[in-house]
C-alpha cells in the first residue's frame, strides 16, 4: 500500500522517477496484443471465409442472403448474383449479401 503513495511522494518533491514510462509503453502493448487477438484476427478469419464462399458460388446453390430469401443461384457475374426465389420471380443480389451456402434440396424441404 505504501509503495503505492512513495511515487506520487516523489513527483511532489521533484525527484525524478526512473522506468514509469516504460511501464506505460509496455501496458499499452500488451493492449494491443490483446485487442489483436480478441478482435480483429477473429474479424478477419470470418472475412476470409465469406470471401472464400462467395468466390466458391456457382449456378444451381442454394443460398441464404442477409434479408433471410432463400433462393437457387440462376446467374451470376462480377459483383451480383440473380436468385430464384419462386416461380417466374427472381431477384439481383450483390454477391456481398449472401449469408451461406446451404445444403442441396433444403429450399425443398421448407
Known amino acids: ?3 503505492l503513495l512513495i511515487p506520487a ?12 514510462e ?16 480478441l478482435i480483429i484476427r477473429p474479424q478477419r478469419k470470418r472475412q476470409k471465409d465469406q470471401d472464400n464462399m462467395i468466390s466458391a458460388l456457382q ?17 451470376q457475374d462480377e459483383n451480383y448474383v440473380v436468385l430464384k426465389v419462386a ?3 427472381e431477384l439481383k443480389f450483390q454477391k456481398a449479401s449472401i449469408l451461406a451456402v446451404l445444403p442441396k434440396g433444403t ?3 421448407i
Not at 59 to 75: F, H, P, Q
Open 1 to 3: 500500500m505504501l509503495d
Open 9 to 20: 511522494a516523489q513527483a511532489q518533491t521533484g525527484v525524478p522517477q526512473s522506468g514509469g
Open 22 to 37: 516504460m511501464i506505460q509503453l509496455g501496458m499499452i502493448v500488451v493492449l494491443f496484443v490483446v485487442f489483436y487477438f
Open 59 to 75: 449456378v444451381g446453390d442454394e443460398v441464404s442472403t442477409n434479408a433471410g430469401i432463400l433462393g437457387k443461384v440462376r446467374k
Open 87 to 89: 416461380d417466374n420471380v
Open 107 to 109: 429450399i425443398k424441404a
